[in-house]
């Protein structure tokens, strides 16, 4: 496998940002943070909410961001190639906003693994790191990482993590069927799939157990906390003495972690957001 990124490589990237979008960024009033982390987008996938994400990124804005792994799901595109331009224009402005000064750093996750192979160098001003240490504004020290590496599945079993990703494409092809009913009439996006975890006991089992084994070993490390994605569910929460944050994904729930200028942490669900937005523009046009 090859360890090194080349000239081309890197002139690619420029020229792709230098492009124009499909959809182009709107000029809208941006909310800025001091930091953003999402993680789970799955770029290459029919599951991929990459019509929300565009505009998270359209009206979000902030000093550091972290991209907390499988943002391009390298699995699936091995299976069968998917790429529409919606996945397109989330890649350009991730790009640009590099471009525009933003600190990016790219943790791998499982399903893009093999950008691993290039953690330590700089893709478009964008960083590639296995890891990172996060200090808030109030001086916290985060760890930050995907969490494939603490799931037993992922890393014993993996042709059982394969299964498992088959069933849920199964599970989020009747998500987007139920979406698009609900669409139908006026009704805002609700995730089938998150609702179907948080009910089934293994699953929140395994949930909870993931989170205390995540909390455990950043406390091992000596830091004040830990920000990972990887089992798609968003949380703030304190186990023991560490604060264990979750970004969600961009597939079922539509979240990010931000961080406010104070240090506060806070799980923005963009599903809300706009379903806000639209109730207070109809609102708008009937007054």
């Known amino acids: 496998m090859p360890t090194t990124v080349t000239l081309a ?4 990237l420029a020229d792709f940002a230098n492009s124009r979008p499909h959809l182009p960024e709107r000029a809208v009033e ?3 943070y001091r930091t953003i982390w999402i993680s789970d987008v799955h770029l290459g996938t029919r599951g991929c909410n990459a019509g929300m994400l565009i505009d998270f990124l359209d009206h979000v804005d902030s000093d550091t961001m972290y991209l907390v792994g499988d943002i391009v799901d390298g699995w699936r ?4 190639f998917y790429w529409p331009a919606a996945h397109s224009d989330v890649v350009w402005r991730l790009l640009k906003r590099a471009g525009r000064g933003t600190r990016m750093i790219f943790i791998p996750g499982n399903h893009d693994e093999a950008f691993r192979q290039f953690c330590g160098l700089d ?3 964008i960083a590639i790191r296995r ?3 996060h200090v808030t504004a109030d001086g916290r020290r985060l760890l930050v990482l995907h969490g494939d590496e603490f799931d037993a599945i992922t890393l014993a079993h993996r042709w059982l993590a394969h299964v498992g990703d088959t069933a849920y494409s199964l599970l989020m092809l009747a998500n987007r069927a139920v979406n698009a009913f609900r669409r139908r009439f006026g009704l805002p996006y ?3 799939s998150k609702h179907a975890k948080a009910r089934v006991k293994n699953a929140v089992a395994f949930i909870s157990r993931f989170e205390e084994i995540v909390a455990e070993a950043a406390g091992a490390r000596g830091v004040d906390g830990v920000v990972c994605g990887h089992i798609h569910t968003a949380e703030m929460r304190t186990i023991g003495d560490i604060a264990y944050f979750n970004d969600g994904d961009w597939v079922e729930s539509a979240t990010a ?3 406010h200028v104070d240090g506060r942490m806070e799980i923005v669900h963009w599903a809300e957001v706009m379903a806000r937005r639209e109730a207070a523009a109809v609102l708008a046009i009937a007054a």
Request: glycine share 8%; net charge positive.
């Open 257 to 259: 972690l931000v961080e």
């Open 131 to 133: 890891n990172a240490i």
């Open 9 to 12: 490589d890197v002139t690619d």
């Open 77 to 80: 595109l091995r299976r069968k």
């Open 190 to 192: 609700w995730s089938l």
């Open 30 to 32: 941006r909310t800025r």
């Open 123 to 125: 893709f478009g001003g």
